[in-house]
């Protein structure tokens, strides 16, 4: 937490349900409660491999949320698009999201914006890249900008996520 309160990129190892999301979370939510709020800006995106962790991560991160003026989004595939599109719209502060929806919105959507995402979040890594979304995670990388801060999470250190670490 106190790396990822400074900003830093990191890489964090631990094996599912050890209490990552709260590890990134939590820094997340306490560097936002300082934010300018003037112009509502999209500034973190979290990336889960399925569904069901990006449902969970929504639920875990809106209950941390509760009591402050943080706003939240989905871009999750096997659920209404429309629906997460208008909810995108509104430039919500943190963007949870399975990786094949996320890129649909960047590629296709012009009310989703990923310009000035400021920390982005690779939860279980290695989960995604056995999915097959080595490609889709490589084009997000690419396109969103430089100056990010980048946490990765997975609950192997895989060859193909030590790649994943590198770019």
């Known amino acids: 937490i106190p790396v990822a309160l400074l900003g830093k990129d990191l890489?964090?190892?631990?094996?599912?349900?050890?209490?990552?999301t709260g590890a990134f979370l939590i820094p997340i939510l306490e560097r936002l409660l300082y934010r300018p709020k003037k112009v509502a800006t999209t500034r973190v995106a979290i990336l889960m491999p399925t569904r069901e962790l990006a449902l969970q991560c929504f639920s875990v991160a809106k209950k941390l949320a509760a009591f402050t003026d943080i706003t939240f989004?989905?871009?999750?595939?096997?659920?209404?698009s429309r629906e997460q599109e208008k909810e995108l719209k509104k430039r919500p502060d943190i963007v949870i999201a399975t990786p094949g929806r996320?890129?649909?919105?960047?590629?296709n959507s012009s009310s989703f914006q990923v310009d000035t995402i400021e920390i982005m979040v690779l939860d279980e890594a290695?989960?995604?890249l056995e999915d097959g979304f080595a490609d889709e995670l490589n084009e997000i990388l690419a396109t969103i900008p430089k100056s990010r801060q980048t946490m990765l999470f997975s609950a192997t250190?895989?060859?193909?996520?030590?790649?994943?670490?590198?770019?």
């Open 11 to 20: 890489v964090g190892g631990a094996q599912t349900g050890s209490g990552k």
């Open 73 to 80: 989004g989905q871009a999750i595939g096997g659920l209404n």
């Open 102 to 107: 996320f890129i649909d919105f960047m590629r």
């Open 126 to 128: 290695d989960r995604m």
């Open 157 to 167: 250190m895989t060859s193909k996520v030590d790649d994943l670490i590198r770019v």
